[in-house]
């Protein structure tokens, strides 16, 4: 079955860098693109970037961009996120998430990891 | 960026009853829209993709309508199981965008 799990979660300085994991399993990694979207607390949710299956192409929010990095590995089934220059504004639960569709006309998100939690505070 | 204004932003209802939630994009995305529920303490779980087209093994008691820029999505006969936040979601232009969400509450 499909699964993603998160990791690299923890309490940082505002400014410092931190990198985020999601390993996969149970489908063809390099046959889908791989995003990151986050939820800060109780609040609702934002999109921050996508990796194309081969690693090549990225798009990030506004929010992120230039500070943010979505990579991957397909030789170990993980994308990560690369984040620095953290504010307190990026704290929040971090998700992976599996692009559903097979075709770039349409998007969705169909499977999604457990989350790992970010907290930017000094 | 398009905005995606989802109303109300929370509703209590009882269990049987018929309940909708609506989204206005801030212009026409076509049919470019999705639902997720997330219950208290996960991760999100896609409901309806492309609208209207209901996910694989989701129940039948969810739908999803409209075009353009105004969406619904309707839970015919609310259960107990479906206490959660609803999320819309836009996909015509990056950056992808979701609605505030709106969380349902058994009366």
């Known amino acids: 079955q499909v699964q993603l799990v998160e990791s690299g979660g923890g309490v940082v300085q505002p400014g410092r860098s931190l990198r985020l994991s999601c390993a996969a399993s149970?489908?063809?990694?390099?046959?889908?693109?791989m995003h990151w979207v986050r939820q800060a607390p109780g609040k609702g949710l934002e999109w921050v970037g996508v990796?194309?299956?081969?690693?090549?192409?990225?798009s990030y929010a506004d929010s992120v961009k230039g500070r943010f990095t979505v990579s991957r590995d397909n030789s170990k089934n993980t994308v990560y996120l690369e984040m620095n220059s953290l504010k307190s504004a990026d704290t929040a639960v971090y998700y992976c998430?599996?692009?559903?569709?097979?075709?770039?006309?349409?998007?969705?998100?169909?499977?999604w990891g457990q989350g790992t939690l970010v907290i930017v505070s000094s | 960026d398009i905005q995606m204004t989802q109303s109300p932003s929370s509703l209590s209802a009882s269990v049987g009853d018929r309940v909708t939630i609506t989204c206005q994009a801030s212009?026409?995305?076509?049919?470019?829209v999705n639902w997720y529920q997330q219950r208290p303490g996960q991760a999100p779980r896609l409901l309806i993709n492309?609208?209207?087209n209901l996910h694989t093994g989701v129940p039948s008691r969810f739908s999803g309508g409209g075009s353009g820029t105004h969406f619904t999505f309707t839970i015919s006969g609310l259960l107990p199981e479906d206490v959660a936040t609803y999320y819309c979601?836009?996909?015509?232009?990056?950056?992808?965008?979701f609605g505030g969400g709106t969380k349902v509450e058994i009366k």
């Open positions: 998430a599996r692009e559903g569709a097979a075709v770039t006309t349409t998007h969705y998100f169909d499977y």
């Open positions: 149970g489908f063809s990694f390099n046959d889908v693109a």
């Open positions: 990796v194309s299956k081969s690693g090549s192409d990225e």
């Open positions: 212009q026409d995305i076509d049919y470019c």
């Open positions: 492309d609208a209207s």
């Open positions: 979601e836009q996909y015509d232009n990056l950056p992808l965008t």
